[in-house]
């Protein structure tokens, strides 16, 4: 059928983009057991931990009324921990952590007996954990705190140790753990930096290593590798210092089977995995002799527990890196360090685990939806333990990512990903451009990945094209690609992004009178700077909880951000001036194209006058705007009726301001300034 750009018929709806959509993460091995974390949109955005036994049955571990997720830094992650049936979890309304243990009978037939019942381990309080470690020689935990107990200061970061035996010990015991075990907000053991991240404990428990940091470092920008002795009791002792600083990025310290201690340092420019050497971890050796030199075996750490490299056995390991903005899976021969890639094609995400046998973690395809995965490392086969979607689309409806490059006004390459619109259904007429959404992806620290993502499908089958912007600040390109963003928040991603859009003008893949610029988070920053500083580029925005002043957030956002700023931008109140310059709501005067806002009213890292500041100014200004604020939603939509709406809310936008109608059946949204015609 031949019908114009943007009035294609879609075989992905909202409703289905919202249902098929599980957040898949957090891998972890226990045994013969596999256990993972699902975002369910269709249950509110709840995260569930679930456990695949050996015989293949999946079930919920949690009850229903709890949420596996940590506000640590906001963002979570590392919300949970399991060891021989016992598990211990965040539980986000409350933030304590809960105790349950699983049956380890493999025989077992009875649901019931999939879980006991969630008991506090931690008492009702201003208190959040993340990324726990269970210290079994000692009976207790060790993890991350955040004090908020203080309203008048800072929350306050340290390491703890959490007991999980009553004094005296415990004789009452059941599954390796005491019934009822004592509720205790810990025992601080590190404490005197901003930010800690990743306790890790030697094999034999006798040594214990993790990062910490201080404002303004992000832990991409600089963190420091600590390790010390623990004692029988528990106390660190001889604590040192053994890699990193205010200009090295150590990621991900841990330990292999002989208790040889590797990380991930990008004191060379690119993210690479080294192993400690010496009686003090004082010196260091490249882990991968192989590895490709521009290549990148670290993450950004927006959030915990995450991994790019696991022990198999004592000789191997399997590690994920990327190259030019691609994840790959290899494994590693320890005594040789030479490298072996497997699985081609899937692109890992932020989790890794493994058994002697297998990996297991989540990955994506272009093509496929991302799912949990079990990888045979003899013969390279790749079982599906659960997808993140059960719809069958048809190859012929999914556009697949195009890498791109382009030299940007500095003179500089930089990276996207181009996505055609595809549908087997549809064509456009001869002569007809598309529509381009350029997007802005969030962090701005964070990258734009290459696997099946069906918000992207949700416009390249109504005839969309969109471009994936990896603008200078990226990761997953070095690190001077990383600080080409240092000071330059608002200048560079915004000049990456019009350029990319201009090139594919260029090329005759867009339609420069249908040009728009999208983003969520910092990528809404990038976007509103974008069409208020260069308000010929783009003929249409859309902003997802997007930072219109950014002075505004340097006085008003949560810890772990709080002085992100004096990166990106510079420190303040010093460079006021520059906030002021790069803030889009001080120039509203300059936009001059339509724009729709969409906002959690919960948002705790970009609260919602950043939005709602922006669309009255656009309002007063005469310019077509809506703006949709969502009761119950934090930062980043995780209901599915949210989901709906953003997407339907925004199709029906472009639609109106555009002057074509839309093939779905959509309830109109309320648009200001503009009369529909």
């Known amino acids: 059928m031949i019908k114009p750009y943007g009035t294609w018929s879609s075989p992905l709806s909202a409703q289905v983009v919202a249902t098929q959509g599980l957040r898949l993460g957090s891998v972890a091995v226990d045994g013969d057991d596999i256990y993972w974390v699902e975002g369910r949109a269709s249950e509110a955005g709840r995260n569930v931990l679930v456990r695949r036994r050996a015989d293949g049955r999946i079930s919920d571990v949690t009850p229903p009324d709890f949420n596996v997720r940590t506000r640590v830094h906001e963002y979570g992650g590392g919300a949970y921990v399991v060891a021989n049936g016992e598990i211990f979890f965040s539980n986000f309304s409350d933030q304590r952590i809960y105790r349950s243990v699983v049956s380890l009978d493999a025989g077992s037939q009875d649901p019931a007996d999939t879980a006991s019942a969630a008991n506090a381990v931690t008492p009702a309080g201003k208190w959040f954990y993340a990324d726990a470690i269970l210290d079994a020689r000692r009976r207790r935990l060790i993890c991350v705190r955040e004090d908020h107990s203080q309203p008048d200061r800072e929350a306050v970061t340290t390491l703890v140790s959490i007991p999980l035996e009553r004094k005296g010990g415990s004789s009452k015991r059941r599954r390796g753990g005491p019934v009822n075990p004592p509720e205790h907000a810990g025992d ?81 420019g690119w993210w690479t995995l080294f192993r400690a050497e010496g009686s003090d971890w004082s010196g260091v050796a490249r882990a991968i002799k192989g590895a490709p030199a521009d290549a ?48 081609p094609g899937l692109e890992p995400h932020d989790w890794l685990a493994a058994t002697t046998t297998h990996a297991v ?16 490392l003899e013969q390279q086969s790749v079982e599906t333990l659960r997808s993140s979607s059960t719809l069958a689309l048809d190859d012929a409806d999914v556009s697949a990512p195009e890498s791109i490059e382009f030299v940007n006004e500095r003179g500089e390459r930089t990276h996207a990903f181009y996505y055609a619109p595809r549908n087997a259904n549809a064509t456009a007429p001869d002569g007809n451009r598309p529509p381009l959404i350029a997007i802005s992806h969030g962090g701005p620290t964070t990258a734009a990945n290459a696997t099946l993502d069906l918000k992207v499908q ?23 690609y990383r600080q080409r963003l240092n000071r330059q928040w608002g200048v560079v991603d915004v000049e990456d992004v019009v350029r990319a859009a201009r090139y594919l003008v260029s090329k005759g893949l867009a339609d420069p009178r249908r040009l728009i610029a999208r983003g969520g988070s910092a990528g809404g920053y990038t976007t509103l700077a974008a ?63 339509p724009l729709i806002l969409f906002q959690g009213l919960e948002d705790k890292v970009v609260p919602p006058n950043q939005s709602e500041m922006m669309a009255d100014a656009v ?7 809506a703006y949709l604020a969502f009761e119950g939603e934090q930062h980043g939509f995780r209901k599915a009726e949210t989901v709906v709406r953003s997407l339907e ?8 301001v555009f002057g074509f109608k839309p093939a779905d059946a959509i ?11």
Not at 256 to 264: I, Q, R
Not at 649 to 656: C, P, S
């Open 649 to 656: 809310a925004e199709l029906d936008f472009y639609g109106a």
């Open 667 to 677: 309830e109109p949204i309320q648009i200001d300034n503009l009369t529909r015609g």
């Open 531 to 593: 069409l208020t500083f260069h308000p010929q580029a783009f003929t249409a925005g859309a902003s997802y909880y997007g930072i219109s002043d950014i002075e505004v957030l340097a006085h008003d956002t949560h810890k772990f951000e709080s002085r992100y700023l004096d990166t990106l931008i510079g420190p303040y109140p010093e460079a006021r001036d520059i906030y002021r310059a790069r803030s889009p709501i001080h120039f509203v005067d300059r936009l001059s194209c």
């Open 296 to 343: 990148e075996f670290g993450r950004p750490q927006w959030v915990f527990g995450s991994a790019t490299w696991v022990f198999v056995d004592p000789s191997r390991m399997v590690v994920s890196y990327t190259r030019a903005g691609r994840w790959c899976l290899a494994t590693v021969d320890v005594a040789r360090g030479a490298m072996l890639d497997i699985a």
């Open 188 to 268: 601080v053991i590190a404490s005197g930096y901003d930010f800690y991240s990743t306790p890790r404990l030697s094999p034999d428990g006798s040594m214990l290593a993790w990062l910490s940091w201080r404002h303004p470092q992000m832990p991409w920008d600089g963190t420091e590798l600590w390790v010390a002795r623990v004692t029988d009791a528990g106390k660190l002792q001889d604590a040192r210092r053994v890699a990193g600083g205010e200009t090295e990025s150590i990621y991900q310290p841990g330990w292999s089977p002989d208790g040889s201690l590797y990380f991930v340092s990008d004191r060379d």
């Open 361 to 376: 973690l989540v990955g994506g395809w272009a093509a496929k939806p991302a799912a949990v995965v079990r990888i045979d």
């Open 458 to 480: 949700y416009w390249t089958t109504r005839g969309f094209a969109v471009v994936d912007v990896n603008y200078g600040g990226s990761t997953g390109f070095g690190r001077p």
């Open 619 to 625: 309002r007063a200004k005469g310019l077509a705007v």
